[in-house]
Each structure stands twice: as structure tokens, then as C-alpha cells.
């Protein structure tokens, strides 16, 4: 591809969404009504091309070549001032390209299940204008070539997952859980853009390529002020927990389940949330230079992964179990980019190993969240695991799908997140053979075999609770519950296929890893093979998990409420999400409020009369001289005339 | 507070005259209107014993004092009559006596201008105004005047005021010039008049008020602020017509 | 300076102030015009003595541009006056005081508001003269029956001096 060329598509990929969210906007509710989702699709499609074609134009060329001459699309000079100088600048790297085709080729088969999930909703036109919103600011946040652009769009994206999860609006719980996203989001935001402000005060450019890309000047700054170096990396981990909701600002996620599934399926499982583990991994050249952050990214990673499973265990809401699955998985993400405190070449591993599994990530959790809606479809909205049961032979496409990104997120081998997983795994296990933290990622290393442990059986307990046992609809789903309408089955199948093979295609082949490790400021580094002893052991506590599930659910189903019986303030802690909300309601919303009140009484009590008094002394010295103003003409001349005489008595000298 | 006390006849004369314009002011009070007339002739003749040296020519002095005492007791008159048809005949006469002062100061012209256009058109038109607008009787905002005093001692301290420089600076010229040429003479013109409106200034043997020198000083000197009035008058004209009321067809 | 010059101004200054004063004093809007324009003629009288003091034109030029403003001025005054007058049927410049302080009362002489009552001045009466010779006929050709009968002379009825008036009028009108 010529470089004009290049450019060219890099522009297309955001901006083909753009025009299809402009357009649906204008056009949606008057003109295009039903036919809302077409330029949301051709928008999407185009967007899809675009970033494949950038796929594999960057790939074989920087394999072999200097790898930092990614191409770079210019814009325009955003904002001059002073010595910030920020432009509208697109580029694409290897990393990029591979986020693009991930949140591309999602939001395509997502925007396709849509058309089917929210036909016939009032707010179609609205959805699919907001998608497409989405999407676009997702792409620019992937391309942005600075901190600036990426925090707009960081903020744009933010913003449309607010507009989504409040869809439905007038649903007050809807609204409540789309302000809740929005403020939690808010706090990590916060952080974020100190982290900005310290990174322009500290290197004095905000462009990534003048940031990252200078590794004699980050040694120097990290050999002169290794303080500063790890606040940065702490504060833009901030950002990243906000929006990638680990511990403990976590309690937005599953709360955006409010929103329509395709919502949750696109944003709040495969592409927003994954924001902050990209930010982090996009900013690993500057992390290894703060080894104190990475563990405490590793640290909060592993504390996220291991509550949100333990929640995820108790939780009868389908999609609940999902979100909180979500969480639990961008927690080993982080855990997995934690590791690069071991060292530059286990950074490089590390990052590698992150980026990967949020790829498969995306397709196998997209893929449930959208069987899980599917299941909603059917079922009359209904979402509770309770209330239905043994859906697999009325949802056949629902039940075999699902079942595939089941198995693909407990790690069954062979399958999508069998293979990144693994390589969290070797990642941590690497990190634990330094000297420096080796009691550190040890314990990592037990919370992630842990975790992916009660993975492999909430997942399977979802599966069992659904598909199978006992035939039993709700009243909501009507006699005959019908299987997902073709354009609904079709992203089903397609995001199956990818949640089986995609693992299997770029994982075991290196492809990834050598693509990837190509994006700029990565250390090279020689892929390793695989430790079969740990791909053995992954595999066993999968297989481990599902059957505890099996066992629990499908063969002898009194055995779960026998040990929630026995072990009941567990079980109930876990049912309750360990009263993170209770907690935080008691902690910050309280104290907060009453200060605010008091704050409200302060103003009214005693700042607004202060105010109303001085504003009374003008009003009180006028009294007199406004009568002067009564409409009248020669009383006005008179007036005039006085002061004339003063005036010329005064320059007579009459009067001084 | 001796510049006061040295001019304390200029005080008297003035004040004398605001005393007889306040006796005037239409009011509730009937007041018989010879004392107040009386009152500002007495002023005005105080005054001219204060302002005038007696150094001009008996005749000019004689028509000066007549058309002067008439203009000032028509003014105090028509300011204060009660019958705006007497205001406006009032006003007639003071434009009349302003016109004789006109002629004295060698202005033919403008005096007769001022004839034609104020006695003939303006009065006429005020005239035709009050046939238009007057109410029948006596109106009663006819027979009352807003606020007399405070009105009459501002208007009558500015008066002393330009009376006050008036009389100063007489006397710092007659002290600088103790005897004073008879006949006004023009100014040494300086370069800047020259350059500013050469055809208005007049060689020191040429009378005041030719025509031909008037004709060449507003076409030469004020072509452009002639061109400007007559647009003036033409958009008053338009705005008149635009402003005044239509009434009834066949009437005015 | 000269006693001869220094009393032309006095005499300017003196209308300029009395004009002035007869603009602050008078409530009748046509009285105020009327004012101004002497105002002008204070003003006129001044330009003219400099005239002579200096010995140029340019006072006389000024005085001649002074006429047209006043003409002009005179003109839109009266328009604007009959347009007031037609709508409050008044010449009361107290009427048109829309532009004072929302909140104040409109300023009213002490008669308008009730403080002092006003009583309306006598009508003039003027010398009456008995009717000399024929009196005219004056009835309508047209409309015979126009003329009230009580009033038309007649033989039996002189006329009294009031009722003369009274049929001049009606001619008239």
C-alpha cells in the first residue's frame, strides 16, 4: 500500500462510523426509521475492510524492518499554545491495528444482532446513532497519536457508554446505573489527567512517540527521578481502573448491565472496558521504568480477578454473571501486565500475553453476552437463571453458541481463551523466577490458577443453570419460545467460530506474539515455547472446573444450597457482591451528602444573605437619585442644565 | 466673595428680572402682570447700566436698548402667557427685535432671512399647529407651571455666570488696554484661519454683511455643510410626512 | 473688550436662558417648541456678535446653518406633536412620561394628583353689541331644517346677545 493510501484508510476507519452517526441522526427518526441500522452496518463495514486492510499492510512490512516508522495521518494543529502543541494526529502500529480489527469486526457483528435484539424499540434509530458514536470514538481513541486525543476520546467513549447504558431512560434504575458509570469513571478520569498534566511537565510533549519512544531519555529520567516515573504510572493506572472497572471502582460494571445487551455485549464486554488495559499496555516502555506500579497493577489486577469471581459464583443474574466475569477477566489482564516488573523482556511477554487475551477475550465474551441476549429475546426479558431452565432444546443456536464461549472462557483446551490464558500463566510464572518479587508473583501466580479455576465453573454454572435440567419457561417468554431470528443466529455463529478457532490461529503459531512484539518501544525479544507442564495444569483446572459445575448442577442439584447452607456469611457476602455498594454508600455517598447539605445550608443560610445585603446598598443609595428619572423631559433638561452650571462655575473658579 | 460684592448691581439687575419671570409664572395665584413686567424692565435697565459704556453712537445705543428691552420683555412674556396663541405671537415679536439686533451688527441678510423664515414659516406653522391641537377653554396644564423657583434660580445663576466672564474678562481687557478702540477691528488673521476658511475672512476695509461676501463664504468655504442642510431638510421633510397623523379623508 | 460688543451677549445670553427656562417651566409641548426655538435665537444673536467682533463670516455662515436646523427641527417637532396630540388628545408634555423608573408613580403636578383642586379660570367675556340692520338668513338651502328654529331670528323672538354668538358659530362651522 502507498503511503497516500495508507493514510487514507487510516481516515476512513474512524471517520465511516462518524458519517454513519451523523447520518442516522439527521435521518434516523423522520426518514430512515426501521432502516436505521443500514448506515450504522455500511459505516461498520467499511470501518472492518479498513482495518484489515491496515492489518496486513503493516504486518510483513515491519517484521523484518526498523519497526517505529508506523504510519501517521495528520490532521490538523488542534491546540498552540504556549509550548502545548497538540494535533489531530492518527497512527497506527501494530498494536493499533490489531485493537482495530478486534472493536471493528465486534461492533459489525454486534450492530448485525442489534438489528434484530432492538427491532421494534422506539429508540432504534437513537441506538444505532449512538453505536456508531461509539465506534468511532473507540477507533480514534485506538489511533490517537497523543495523551490528549486519547483522553478526549477516552472521555468520548465514556460518554457514549453513559448515553447506552441509559438507554432506556425512563427506566430509573437505567439512568441510576448510567450517572453511576459516569461518576465511578469520573474518579479514575481525574486520575488520568494529572497523569496527563505530570507527563507534560515531566518530558514537555504530550505524542506518544516523544514519551515512549525516547528510551535514553526515560533511563535518564527514571537513573534522576524514579518517583515521578512511578507516580505518572500510578496515576494513568487510575484512569485505567476507572474505565476498565478494577477494584475498587469495579462497582460501575455491573450496574451497566442496565443497558441494552448489545450494549453490554459491544461496550461493557469486548472494546470500552478494554481501554484502560490497552492504555496501560500502549504505555508499557514507561512502566518498566516503575517496577512499584507494575505491582501494585499486578496486585489490584489479582484482587479484582479474584472478587469479581467469587461474586461471579453466587449471582443469578445471567448477565450479571457475565459482567462480573468481565471484571474478573480484565483483572488478569492487568495481573498479566504486572508482570513486566521482572524486567523489560518479561514486559514485552507480559504485554504480549495481555493484549492477547483481550483479543480472544473480546470474541468470546462478546459472543456470550450476545447468546445471553438471545436468551433475554426469547425469554421475554426475562434474565433471572431461576426462572428458566433446560432452554438447549428450544434455543438450539442459543444453547450450541453459548456453549462455545463458555468453553472458549473456561479455558477448555484447544479453544480461544485456553491459549491467552496460558500465556498469563507463563507470563506470571516467568515474573516469579526474579529474584526481586519472587513471593509477590508466586501468590499472583495462585490467585490466577485459582481464578481461572472458579472461572471455568461459574461459566459452566450459567451454562448448566440455562441450558440445562428441567424444561421451564417464564410466563413473560409466552408457550413457544422462539431461537434467535437468522440475523440475530449469523453474528452468533460467526463470533463462535472466531471464540473456537481464533485461539487456535494465532496463539500456538506465534503470530500474534511476533506481530505484536513489533509495536514500538516493546523490547525484542525471543518468544519461548510453551511449558507443557503448565499447559497441562491449565487445562486440568478447567476441566476440574467444569466438572465441579457438572457435578453440582446437572448430577446432584441439592448440593450447592447444601454448602451455601454451610458456609452461609460467605455465601451471603458473595450474593451480595461483598456489600461494595453497602460499604461505599456508608463511606463516601453519606459523608458526602451531608457535607453537601451542609454546604447547601452554608450558601443559603449565610452566603446568599450576605450577598442580598450588599446588593441592597447600591439599591438603598439609589432611592434617591432615581426619582431623578421620572420620563420627563425638561425635568431631564433641568437636570442637565444643573450640571452645566457646575461645570462652568467650577471652571469660573467659583466653586473647586 | 468681593467679585461677588464688586458686582453686586449685576446681581441686583438679574435678580430683578428673575423676580419679575417668577411673578409671571402662570399659577394658581392671579397675579396682576404689570408688577411683573415692570419688575423686568427695571432689571433690564439695571443691567444696561452695568454692561453698556455708553461709548457707541447715540443712535446705535437709542436702537440697540429699544430692540433689546422688546426682545427680552417679549421673551419673559411669551415664556410665560397662559395662552399658547400668545406665546407664539410673543415669540413673533421677540424674532423681530432679534432681527433689528441683527441688522445693528450689519447681518441685512440674516436679518432678513431670519424673517422670512422664522415670523413667515415657523410661526405661521406653530400658528397652524395650535389651531389643529388647542383644546377648547383653557386647559389647565396651560395654567400651571412645573416646578417655577428651582427652575428660575438655575437659569438665572447660569445667567450670572456668563454674565460674570463676560464682565471679567472686560475688565482684564480694559486693564491690559485702558483705552479700548471704538470700532471693532479684525483680528490679525493668522495662517491657520488663512488655511481654515480662507473665503470667510474679510480684508479689514470691507463691510461686515455683503451678501456677495456671505454667497462666497457658504458656497466656498461651506459647500460641503450646505450640501449636508439640504439633505437635512430633505429627510425632515420625509420624516415629517411620515410622522404626522393622517386623519379623516378631506380634512387635514 | 467693548461695552458694545459685551451687551449684544448679554442680550444673546439672556434669551438663551429664558428660552431655557420657559423649556423647564411650561407643560404645553407646543410652549416648549417654541422655548427651544428662541433658545436658538440666544444662540443665533451670540454667533452674529463674534461675526462682528472678528470680523469674518464664519459666525454669520454658522447662524445661516443654525436656521435650517431649526427649520428642520420645527417641522419634525409639530409632526410629532400632532401625532401626540391625536392620541392623548392633549398637549400635556407630563402625559409622555413612559420612560421613568418601572416602579416610581408617573410625576404628576400637585393639581393632577388631587392635592389642590383646579379650578378652571373664568371665561373671558367680551363686549356684546345688540344686533344692528337684518340679520342674515343663514338657513341651509339644502337642509332647511337644519337650523334650530329656537335659535334663527325671528320678529316675534330678538335675539339675545348670547344666542348671536351661538348662530355665528354654527355659520361659521
Request: with cysteine; proline share 6%; charged share 15%.
Amino acid at each position: 500500500m502507498t503511503e497516500s493510501a495508507q493514510k487514507l484508510v487510516l481516515w476512513l476507519i474512524p471517520l465511516a462510523p462518524l458519517v454513519a452517526a451523523v447520518m442516522t441522526a439527521a435521518l434516523g427518526p423522520k426518514v430512515l426509521r426501521e432502516r436505521s441500522h443500514l448506515p450504522c452496518w455500511f459505516g461498520l463495514a467499511v470501518s472492518v475492510v479498513c482495518s484489515l486492510l491496515l492489518l496486513f499492510s503493516i504486518g510483513p512490512q515491519h517484521f523484518a524492518e526498523d519497526s517505529h516508522s508506523a504510519p501517521i495521518a495528520t490532521g490538523y494543529k488542534w491546540i498552540e499554545v504556549g509550548g502545548i502543541d497538540v494535533a489531530v494526529t492518527l497512527r497506527a502500529d501494530a498494536m493499533t491495528s490489531m485493537m482495530l480489527a478486534m472493536v471493528t469486526t465486534v461492533s459489525l457483528l454486534v450492530a448485525m444482532f442489534a438489528a434484530g435484539y432492538m427491532h421494534g424499540d422506539p429508540g432504534y434509530p437513537r441506538f444505532f446513532a449512538e453505536v456508531s458514536l461509539f465506534v468511532f470514538s473507540m477507533c480514534m481513541l485506538v489511533l490517537a497519536a497523543n495523551f490528549l486525543l486519547l483522553f478526549v476520546f477516552w472521555e468520548g467513549v465514556g460518554l457514549c457508554s453513559y448515553l447506552l447504558i441509559g438507554f432506556w431512560y425512563r427506566r430509573p434504575s437505567a439512568s441510576a446505573a448510567a450517572v453511576k458509570a459516569f461518576v465511578v469513571n469520573r474518579i479514575g478520569d481525574f486520575g488520568f489527567l494529572i497523569g496527563i498534566f505530570l507527563i507534560w511537565t515531566t518530558f514537555g510533549s504530550l505524542n506518544f512517540a516523544d514519551v515512549l519512544d525516547r528510551p535514553e531519555r526515560l533511563v535518564a529520567l527514571a537513573a534522576a527521578e524514579p518517583g515521578r516515573i512511578t507516580m505518572i504510572c500510578l496515576l494513568l493506572f487510575l484512569g485505567a481502573m476507572g474505565k476498565s472497572a478494577q477494584f475498587p471502582l469495579h462497582v460501575w460494571l455491573p450496574d451497566a448491565m442496565e443497558g441494552p445487551t448489545p450494549v453490554s455485549a459491544l461496550i461493557h464486554a469486548a472494546t470500552m472496558v478494554t481501554a484502560g488495559v490497552y492504555m496501560v499496555a500502549r504505555c508499557t516502555p514507561l512502566f518498566v521504568y516503575a517496577p512499584t506500579a507494575l505491582l501494585v497493577v499486578s496486585g489490584i489486577g489479582a484482587v479484582t480477578a479474584l472478587i469479581a469471581a467469587l461474586i461471579a459464583l453466587t449471582q443469578f443474574d445471567l448477565k450479571r454473571v457475565l459482567a462480573y466475569s468481565t471484571v474478573s477477566q480484565l483483572g488478569y489482564m492487568f495481573m498479566a501486565l504486572g508482570a513486566g516488573a521482572a524486567g523489560p523482556e518479561v514486559a514485552t511477554l507480559a504485554t504480549t500475553a495481555a493484549m492477547f487475551h483481550l483479543f480472544t477475550h473480546a470474541f468470546f465474551k462478546a459472543l456470550l453476552f450476545l447468546a445471553a441476549g438471545s436468551v433475554m429475546h426469547s425469554m421475554g426479558d426475562v434474565i433471572d437463571m431461576r426462572r428458566f431452565g433446560g432452554l438447549r432444546r428450544a434455543l438450539p443456536i442459543t444453547h450450541w453458541t453459548f456453549l462455545c464461549g463458555a468453553a472458549a472462557l473456561a479455558g477448555v483446551p484447544l479453544l480461544a481463551g485456553f491459549w491467552s490464558k496460558d500465556d498469563i500463566l507463563a507470563v506470571l510464572s516467568d515474573a516469579s523466577h526474579d529474584a526481586a518479587h519472587r513471593t509477590y508473583f508466586y501468590a499472583i501466580f495462585g490467585v490466577a490458577a485459582f481464578t481461572a479455576l472458579l472461572t471455568a465453573f461459574y461459566t459452566f454454572r450459567a451454562y448448566f443453570l440455562t441450558f440445562w435440567g428441567e424444561e421451564r419457561f417464564p410466563e413473560e417468554a409466552g408457550h413457544h419460545p422462539h431461537d434467535a431470528p437468522s440475523v440475530m443466529a449469523w453474528p452468533l455463529r460467526v463470533l463462535a467460530v472466531c471464540a473456537l478457532l481464533i485461539g487456535l490461529a494465532v496463539g500456538p503459531t506465534h503470530w500474534f506474539a511476533s506481530y505484536l512484539h513489533h509495536t514500538f518501544g516493546l523490547a525484542e525479544v525471543e518468544s519461548h515455547g510453551f511449558h507443557v507442564p503448565l499447559l497441562m495444569a491449565s487445562a486440568m483446572i478447567a476441566l476440574a472446573g467444569i466438572g465441579v459445575a457438572w457435578l453440582f448442577y446437572v448430577r446432584s442439584p441439592q448440593l450447592p444450597g447444601q454448602i451455601a447452607a454451610a458456609i452461609g456469611p460467605l455465601y451471603r457476602a458473595s450474593l451480595n457482591k461483598f456489600y461494595f455498594d453497602e460499604i461505599y454508600r456508608a463511606v463516601l455517598v453519606t459523608p458526602l451528602r451531608t457535607l453537601s447539605w451542609l454546604s447547601y445550608w452554608f450558601d443559603r443560610a449565610i452566603i446568599d444573605p450576605t450577598v442580598d445585603a450588599v446588593g441592597k446598598i447600591p439599591q438603598g443609595l439609589s432611592l434617591l437619585p432615581r426619582t431623578l428619572h421620572n420620563g420627563l423631559v425638561p425635568s431631564y433638561a433641568l437636570v442637565m442644565w444643573t450640571g452645566l452650571i457646575l461645570f462652568v462655575l467650577f471652571a469660573l473658579g467659583v466653586i473647586s | 466673595m468681593d467679585w461677588i460684592g464688586q458686582h453686586w448691581l449685576d446681581w441686583a439687575s438679574l435678580l430683578l428680572i428673575a423676580a419679575g419671570v417668577l411673578w409671571l409664572m402662570p399659577g394658581a395665584a392671579r397675579r396682576p402682570k404689570v408688577v411683573g413686567v415692570l419688575l423686568a424692565l427695571a432689571g433690564t435697565a439695571l443691567l444696561a447700566t452695568r454692561v453698556d459704556n455708553f461709548s457707541s453712537p447715540i443712535g446705535e445705543s437709542v436702537l440697540f436698548w429699544l430692540f433689546a428691552a422688546v426682545a427680552i420683555l417679549s421673551a419673559v412674556l411669551m415664556i410665560t402667557n397662559r395662552n399658547p396663541v400668545y406665546s407664539a405671537l410673543w415669540f413673533a415679536i421677540v424674532t423681530l427685535s432679534t432681527c433689528g439686533l441683527f441688522l445693528l451688527q450689519f447681518a441685512p441678510f440674516l436679518a432678513a432671512a431670519t424673517v422670512v423664515i422664522y415670523a413667515g414659516a415657523i410661526v405661521v406653522t406653530f400658528v397652524f399647529v395650535i389651531m389643529l391641537a388647542q383644546q377648547s377653554g383653557a386647559t389647565m396644564y396651560d395654567q400651571r407651571s412645573r416646578q417655577p423657583l428651582a427652575a428660575t434660580i438655575a437659569a438665572f445663576v447660569m445667567l450670572a455666570a456668563i454674565v460674570g466672564v463676560l464682565q471679567n474678562v472686560g475688565e482684564s481687557l480694559r486693564d491690559s488696554n485702558p483705552r479700548p478702540p471704538r470700532r471693532t477691528r479684525p483680528l490679525e488673521a493668522s495662517s491657520a484661519d488663512v488655511v481654515a476658511n480662507p473665503l470667510s475672512g474679510l480684508a479689514a476695509d470691507e463691510p461686515l454683511g455683503k451678501m456677495h461676501a456671505i454667497g462666497r463664504s457658504l458656497f466656498g468655504d461651506y459647500l460641503f455643510a450646505v450640501e449636508l442642510a439640504g439633505t437635512l431638510l430633505l429627510v425632515a421633510t420625509i420624516g415629517a410626512i411620515a410622522i404626522a397623523p393622517r386623519r379623516r379623508r378631506g380634512t387635514l | 473688550m467693548t461695552g458694545d460688543v459685551e451687551r449684544y451677549l448679554v442680550v444673546g445670553a439672556l434669551l438663551f436662558v429664558l428660552g431655557a427656562l420657559g423649556f423647564f417651566t411650561r407643560r404645553n409641548l407646543i410652549v416648549l417648541m417654541l422655548s427651544a426655538e428662541m433658545m436658538l435665537h440666544g444662540v443665533s444673536l451670540t454667533l452674529v456678535t463674534f461675526s462682528r467682533m472678528h470680523h469674518n463670516l464664519e459666525g454669520q455662515a454658522f447662524t445661516i446653518f443654525i436656521l435650517t436646523v431649526a427649520t428642520c427641527e420645527a417641522g419634525l417637532a409639530l409632526a410629532v406633536i400632532l401625532a401626540l396630540y391625536q392620541k392623548s388628545n392633549s398637549l400635556d408634555v407630563e402625559l409622555w412620561t413612559d420612560l421613568r423608573e418601572a416602579d416610581l408613580p408617573p410625576p404628576m403636578a400637585a393639581e393632577d394628583a388631587g392635592q389642590r383642586p383646579f379650578v378652571p379660570p373664568e371665561p373671558k367675556t367680551f363686549p356684546r353689541l345688540t344686533p344692528a340692520g337684518v340679520v342674515p338668513d343663514i338657513r341651509d338651502e339644502h337642509d332647511p331644517d337644519r337650523v334650530d328654529d329656537a335659535a334663527s331670528p325671528t320678529a316675534e323672538s330678538p335675539l339675545e346677545p348670547s344666542k348671536v354668538e351661538d348662530v355665528i358659530k354654527t355659520a361659521v362651522r
